[in-house]
């Protein structure tokens, strides 16, 4: 499902079009992608935002996304572990485990909780399009996770690299491209 986002504050007008769930949008060193993420900072009631499909959007960045994460980390620690120092020390002990059936384990309990998560905040509030201030969480496992559970939010990364730097994956590269009076996503060739 394509959706479309039109944010606009003040004279900073931005078209995205997103042709699926996981975008992501090269740093061209042009002034698109940080106006983007000060803009995207600040979601008062002076700035417009309309999603074709309704969804509310947000800025995902480290901070936010730690505090996630130790909630997710904790939750998984109390459910499959004791809260005791020696099952922190076995909990420690199996995130760090680089056996196949333990990072498989892993992978599972990430996802049961992240799913869980989803399901409670889209049922209260619908779906999200969030914008991902890229840092080096997003190469984590515990992101990937997040990313493939997720079927209902959509994600933007914004990298902090170029389209060159950039590995070429499934996805599609975009980048920030000035056209007449606004800001537009524009497929890297």
């Known amino acids: 499902m394509c959706v479309t986002v039109n944010i606009e504050k003040g004279a900073a007008r931005f078209e995205l079009v997103l042709n699926s769930q996981n975008t992501k949008v090269a740093d061209n060193d042009t002034e698109g992608r940080g106006t983007f993420i000060s803009v995207i900072e600040r979601l008062t009631t002076a700035v417009?935002?309309?999603?074709?499909n309704g969804f509310?959007?947000?800025?995902?960045?480290?901070?936010?996304?730690?505090?996630r994460l130790t909630l997710c980390l904790n939750s998984i620690q109390r459910k499959y572990f004791s809260l005791s120092d020696?099952?922190?020390?076995k909990f420690h002990f199996f995130k760090k485990s680089e056996e196949p059936k333990d990072q498989e384990?892993?992978?599972?309990?990430?996802?049961?909780?992240?799913?869980?998560?989803?399901?409670?905040?889209?049922?209260?509030?619908?779906?999200?399009?969030?914008f991902v201030d890229a840092d080096e969480f997003v190469e984590t496992?515990?992101?990937?996770?997040?990313?493939?559970t997720d079927k209902v939010n959509y994600y933007v990364i914004l990298a902090k690299e170029?389209?060159?730097?950039?590995?070429?994956?499934?996805?599609?590269i975009y980048?920030?491209?000035?056209?007449?009076?606004?800001?537009?996503?524009k497929a890297v060739e």
């Open 48 to 52: 417009k935002v309309n999603t074709s």
């Open 86 to 89: 020696e099952g922190a020390a």
């Open 141 to 148: 496992a515990e992101f990937k996770a997040l990313l493939k």
């Open 175 to 185: 980048e920030f491209e000035a056209v007449e009076d606004k800001w537009v996503l």
């Open 56 to 67: 509310g959007v947000e800025l995902l960045d480290l901070s936010k996304f730690d505090s």
């Open 162 to 172: 170029n389209a060159a730097a950039m590995q070429k994956g499934e996805e599609t």
């Open 105 to 130: 384990r892993y992978q599972r309990m990430l996802s049961n909780y992240w799913k869980e998560q989803i399901d409670n905040k889209n049922a209260s509030e619908g779906g999200q399009i969030i």
